[in-house]
């Protein structure tokens, strides 16, 4: 599925199943909730932090794909094509960081 494709997917299933898309105030608040659903399975299953019994049944791509959903949902009511505003970040990265990671002696 592209991109392009999941948004008008996730724009449909609004239309059908979601009656209405929720205002971006209250869809910028979810997204916050959903980065850190992700953040807590991280934290505890690839960090430090001890995964408790109930986090350990978890889905992280799961908890990504409602992370996903969200920011399409946002682009979606802001008219941001996902397609065009990544390829154009790609390419504004490729050439602020050409050379810098490479460089990076941390990164050795």
């Known amino acids: ?22 205002n971006e105030l209250t869809n910028m608040a979810m997204l916050t909730e959903e980065v850190g659903e992700v953040a807590r399975i991280i934290a505890r299953r690839y960090g430090e932090q001890s995964e408790k019994e ?11 794909a409602d992370v996903l959903f969200v920011l399409i949902c946002l682009a979606n009511q802001t008219g941001i094509n996902l397609t065009e505003a990544l390829a154009k970040n790609l ?16 990164l050795k």
């Open 1 to 22: 599925m592209t991109l392009e494709e999941a948004q008008a997917q996730v724009d449909q299933w609004i239309k059908t199943v979601g009656v209405r898309y929720f």
């Open 91 to 106: 390419d504004k990265k490729s050439i602020r960081d050409a050379d810098r990671h490479h460089n990076n002696p941390k």
């Open 54 to 64: 109930s986090d350990k049944n978890k889905d992280l791509g799961d908890e990504m």
